[in-house]
């Protein structure tokens, strides 16, 4: 190949190539290229339709003299049988793919161009063509997910703050009940009503704090993937009157959403537990229409995020650095 012009099309914005003249002529002769097509080789000042170079196609070979740029090299004459795109007894894995659409100019990506301005051209590879990679990129990046210092979760301390929590309501409330049926409340009694119902508000004061530091360590696992919000804000804002309305459906179903976009892009947390995005969302709708639906759906949704948390905190480290998401 090195004694023959080297052959680039673009096509709806990838650059295909290097080409020989034989297998341009078979791509015409095809209909794989069309005179529309932008095609360049070293020599040439731009990028120019196929129409314009002389004997690619019969038509334009007989109208005369070639439009070509200066220097650019010609194909040669079309001939029945001409050899087809192969390397090493394989067919080349990417040829140019019907016609090119109207403005395919504007879209024609020239070759890289060394310091002597001469087209280094993409690498080749067992037959295979390398294309560009500047135009897209990989929707499954692997990589390995970057690991905070996130301490692990107990689920166990939130639920037994609620239970002893409920469990002291209910004896304060019995007691505060049976006292009420005496003509003279006895002040033992009021006592124990009074303990009872201080011990059960202390212990849904631990359940709430231990919630939002769960919440604060769920959203600080995402905090180096590219989270949208901080773990701070995450739970600062909910102690904002009336906006914290809006701000739990940000907190809460927003991190089931990013946990499972997030985690996606990395190898080793692909397959780690996804978070059920309809019982967030439906923990923070009823939180504001049916509340006591709403404080039972907390177990699972306190549950999931736990969950997630460990597997973070308890994951091997790995040796790859992390993979940017798209």
């Known amino acids: 190949m090195s004694q023959q012009t080297q052959w680039y099309v673009s096509q709806e914005g990838q650059q295909l190539g290097p080409y020989t003249d034989e ?58 049988g001409a050899a087809q795109p192969a390397a090493a007894g394989r067919a080349v894995a990417t040829q140019p793919a019907g016609p090119s659409r109207a403005g395919a100019a504007a879209t024609a990506v020239r070759p890289t161009q060394g310091p002597a301005g001469r087209s280094s051209g993409p690498a080749t590879s067992r037959g295979h063509q390398t294309q560009p990679q500047a135009h897209t990129q990989s929707q499954t990046d692997a990589g390995a997910f970057p690991r905070p210092p996130v301490p692990v979760a107990s689920f166990g301390m939130f639920a037994g703050a609620i239970a002893l929590g409920l469990v002291f309501g209910i004896i304060g409330g019995v007691v505060f009940f049976m006292a009420m049926k005496q003509a003279q409340p006895d002040p033992a009694m009021m006592i124990v009503v009074t303990a009872c119902l201080s011990v059960a508000g202390l212990c849904m004061l631990l359940a709430q704090i231990f919630g939002m530091i769960n919440l604060y360590r769920a959203w600080l696992c995402l905090s180096r993937a590219g989270a949208s919000i901080s773990p701070g804000m995450a739970v600062g804002l909910l102690f904002v009157p009336v906006f914290n309305i809006y701000w739990s459906f940000r907190a809460f179903y927003g991190f089931a959403q990013e946990w499972n976009r997030l985690t996606y892009y990395y190898e080793d947390t692909r397959r780690g537990p996804k978070m059920s995005e309809g019982l967030f969302l439906a923990f923070c709708i009823l939180g504001l229409v049916l509340p006591p639906v709403s404080f039972i759906l907390i177990f699972p949704v306190m549950s999931s995020m736990c969950t997630a948390i460990n597997f973070i905190a308890r994951r091997p480290l790995h040796a790859r650095g992390p993979v940017r998401p798209r």
């Open 23 to 80: 297998q341009m002529v078979s791509f015409a002769q095809g209909g794989n290229i069309t005179r529309q097509s932008m095609v360049w080789a070293e020599g040439m000042a731009d990028w120019l339709p196929a129409a314009q170079i002389n004997g690619l196609f019969p038509a334009a070979a007989a109208t005369g003299p070639g439009r070509a740029a200066p220097g650019a090299a010609r194909p040669a004459a079309a001939a029945r």
